[in-house]
């Protein structure tokens, strides 16, 4: 089936207001080319279980293609009509199994070295998109804030390499009660600048404590999903043919119900911890990925204003298999791994916050826990400095944040 | 700062700052002015004593965490004893799929495969050791590969007409040889089994021409129990691949030997550590392997060992990918590679910043031995041959 066969009625499976949404752009879709249209779908699916900032994307989206003149969509969507593919593809129910589409377009492009034409197309089409937005002043600078080396004494590698040209290094700060300052600084500002989803702290132990108008999603809270889905992808790695492809694809439909999970009430936040596992590889094993890749997850997806993550250590490296048993009963830990771990992962923290709007005027800070040093990326401070001013954490976020 | 990628500046910036790097650093000089002190192997006899190494630095690495400046502390092996014996490549491109069974099997072919990554099924085009033992008319013995993955176990020969089921080279998974020789009785070795996370479900039976537990005394003058307390002494898959590898060049000689390095896709788990910890074993294994070049009469002065990645990873930047951890985006930090080449017939001290590809290496490794690569794709890189 084509796009331009697409009918209200295919869509019947889809939840309510991601149902609506396709009922009200059907033209759009029905421009769209097969190359395109599933892709789109795959977000479109989910609109109803999406934070307020992605269904505000995907509103965005629509609403700038569907005043497209027919001469433009063709300008727009010339990089996607040119990718071919099988009929095998195009008869597939891309409508109702949009994920398992682009897994096999995406197997297809790369066989037929079309891959690299695909991606031209999407970088194209998403600048088109970029350009045609209109932004929106934020509340408040953008912060992030990422707390590493937990449990690391020591440490004989340089640390925040990485991000050193692009803000002033502190390297004699008081760490005393340096954690709580920082929770109740960013606990401040979700209630000066209240919004859904706005504000957020991910820890990768366990919650030190459950701040006031912040989304908190840690590794320990999530363990019973985490060892539910451990237990799945155990059972799933003994069936017969089964390979990491099926494997990938079926934890990609996994729902908090079919893993037999209790609703918290918070459906969208439910689905969001049920895909950092799904879809997210390492997660399930480390926590140092897991609080990497949840930090990239919510600023691509919730666009928040404010972001505390806190690394902890994580289990030592064993046999794969053995650590997807989940099966050691004393976990042994890897301090120092994890600090190098959780360095670059405040690196893709700062740049994941740098792709977002406000990015000239967003702060950034690295703090390794209990010591004397962090790094600060602010437009108030100079790049690439080095400060020996003695201070405590919670006046240092207040200078980058002035 | 915004976050923007042109790709090629971005290509253009990996080489420049390999290039410049390397020039400083392990005292390399640009290609065109060191035209006049190539030590090339020639004649006959000189060609059929002539030995080839591939090591695969895998599965992929990218330029930052190995040879441009801020990688440079990770490979201290290769680039302070390695790089300056060698003719450096700095801009190696994959247009391929970038999977790691399907991209070494392009290697081995010089022809872009399209197989399905994750099947045990052999390349579609002869592989580099069916052209050697056929053109050149050499017994089984002398090809053959050490692969830790048992994914890579078809990886030796193709189906092709005139080429083919016992053509090819012989294949060495050591995990494989390990659980077997252990007989599931892994304690204590389980770290040498250790699975990259993509594929720690993916044991296809094996078929063709593995080798065979009973040939570890046969072929390797090798008791199990030999085998299993040196085992215990090694501390990851590779070291056990440098290990039977290293022993095959005593017992065996062959004159075609490729080993396909893979503890660094670990990074596939999102853990930094490991995967830098990965790419430093492998960097000291290389090192380890020319010393047994060096010190093996039969290699000793009339080896070539070449050394490249399989592909890169992707980019920090690329907002597709996640950095480090994948190799999904086809993005140029995930395309762009180096390659080492040094012993006989190299250049010392040199290096090229013109772009080669990853298919090159077939039909160059045919000049090199004095056979054709008819089916590749590729073209023998002149500075080589």
């Known amino acids: 089936m084509l796009p331009s066969e697409l009918k209200s009625e295919q869509f019947s499976e889809y939840p309510p207001r991601a149902r609506a949404l396709v009922a009200q752009y059907m033209e759009v879709f029905q421009a769209l080319p097969i190359s395109l249209a599933p892709n789109l779908l795959r977000e479109v699916i989910d609109y109803d279980y999406k934070f307020p900032a992605e269904r505000a994307r995907i509103d965005d989206e629509l609403k700038t293609l569907a005043v497209l003149s027919k001469q433009e969509r063709q300008e727009w969507f010339r990089g996607f009509a040119s990718i071919s593919l099988p009929e095998k593809l195009t008869q597939f129910d891309w409508v109702n199994e949009p994920v398992k589409f682009s897994e096999q377009q995406s197997a297809y492009l790369w066989s037929t070295h079309q891959m690299d034409a695909f991606r031209k197309a999407a970088t194209e089409y998403y600048a088109r998109l970029q350009r045609a937005t209109v932004k929106t002043q934020l509340a408040l600078q953008r912060l992030g804030i990422a707390v590493i080396g937990q449990g690391a004494d020591e440490y004989d590698e340089p640390l925040f390499q990485n991000l050193k040209n692009h803000g002033t290094l502190f390297s004699r700060l008081n760490p005393e009660n340096g954690l709580e300052l920082l929770l109740a600084a960013v606990e401040k500002r979700a209630q000066s600048a209240s919004a859904e989803y706005g504000h957020w702290y991910i820890d990768g132990g366990h919650l030190v404590r459950n701040p006031q108008g912040l989304t908190c999603i840690s590794y320990a809270s999530i363990g019973p999903m985490r060892a539910e889905m451990l237990k799945f992808m155990q059972k799933e790695i003994q069936t017969p043919g089964m390979g990491p492809e099926r494997l990938r694809t079926d934890m990609a439909a996994m729902t908090p119900k079919k893993l037999g999970m209790a609703s918290s009430g918070d459906e969208v936040l439910d689905r969001f911890q049920l895909k950092v596992l799904s879809e997210g590889s390492g997660t399930q094993i480390f926590s140092t990925t897991f609080v990497q890749w949840t930090t990239r997850e919510v600023l691509r997806r919730a666009e928040p204003l404010t972001i505390l993550a806190r690394y902890a250590p994580r289990q030592r490296q064993r046999p794969m298999n053995e650590l997807l048993s989940n099966s050691s009963s004393e976990e042994q830990l890897d301090p120092k791994g994890s600090l190098m771990d959780a360095d670059m992962g405040s690196y893709y923290h700062w740049i994941n916050q740098q792709r977002l709007d406000g990015y000239d005027k967003s702060v950034f800070l690295v703090w390794w826990e209990g010591h004397n040093s962090a790094l600060v990326v602010s437009p108030s401070l100079p790049r690439g400095a080095t400060s020996s001013t003695v201070m405590d954490l919670g006046e240092l976020l207040k200078l980058a944040l002035v | ?385």
């Open chain 2, 1 to 385: 700062m915004n976050i923007a990628t042109n790709e090629q500046s971005i290509a253009l910036g990996v080489s420049r700052s390999r290039r410049d790097f390397l020039r400083g650093a392990a005292h390399l000089a640009l290609g065109s002015s060191m035209m006049s002190i190539s030590p090339l192997v020639r004649g006959e006899t000189a060609r059929k004593k002539r030995k080839v190494i591939v090591v695969t630095f895998g599965g992929g690495a990218r330029d930052q965490e190995t040879f441009a400046p801020e990688g440079q502390h990770n490979i201290p092996h290769m680039l302070s004893e390695l790089a300056p014996q060698s003719t450096f490549f700095t801009h190696v491109t994959n247009q391929g799929i970038l999977g790691h069974y399907v991209a070494t099997a392009s290697l081995t072919t010089g022809v872009y495969e399209t197989l399905n990554n994750f099947s045990a099924v052999p390349p579609d085009h002869p592989t580099v050791f069916e052209y050697f033992r056929k053109e050149l008319k050499r017994p089984s013995s002398d090809a053959w590969v050490v692969a830790p993955s048992n994914g890579f176990n078809r990886i030796g020969e193709s189906e092709c007409k005139n080429f083919g089921p016992g053509t090819g080279a012989t294949v060495i998974l050591p995990k494989h040889l390990l659980s077997a020789a252990a007989r599931g009785g892994t304690a204590n070795l389980d770290h040498l089994l250790r699975d990259n996370y993509e594929s720690p479900l993916f044991t296809p039976s094996l078929a063709g021409g593995e080798f065979q537990i009973q040939q570890l005394e046969s072929i390797l003058r090798l008791s199990v129990s030999d085998f299993m307390s040196h085992a215990r002494t090694l501390s990851s898959p590779d070291e056990l691949s440098l290990y039977i590898a290293v022993r095959l060049m005593q017992e065996e000689a062959p004159s075609l030997l490729w080993i396909t390095m893979h503890d660094m896709d670990v990074a596939h788990s999102g853990a930094y550590s490991l995967y830098v910890e990965g790419i430093r074993r492998t960097d000291r294994l290389c090192g380890e392997l020319w010393k047994a070049v060096q010190a093996n009469p039969e290699y000793a002065g009339n080896t070539t060992l070449l050394i490249l990645p399989d592909f890169g990873r992707d980019s920090d930047l690329d907002p597709g990918g996640n950095g480090f951890q994948h190799h999904r985006t086809g993005d140029v930090a995930s395309r762009t590679t180096w390659m080492m080449a040094l012993g006989a017939g190299i250049k010392q001290g040199v290096l090229y910043d013109s772009p080669i590809q990853s298919i090159d290496l077939v039909p160059t490794i045919g000049a090199m031995l004095g056979f054709s690569a008819a089916q590749s794709n590729g073209r023998p890189v002149k500075e080589l041959v």
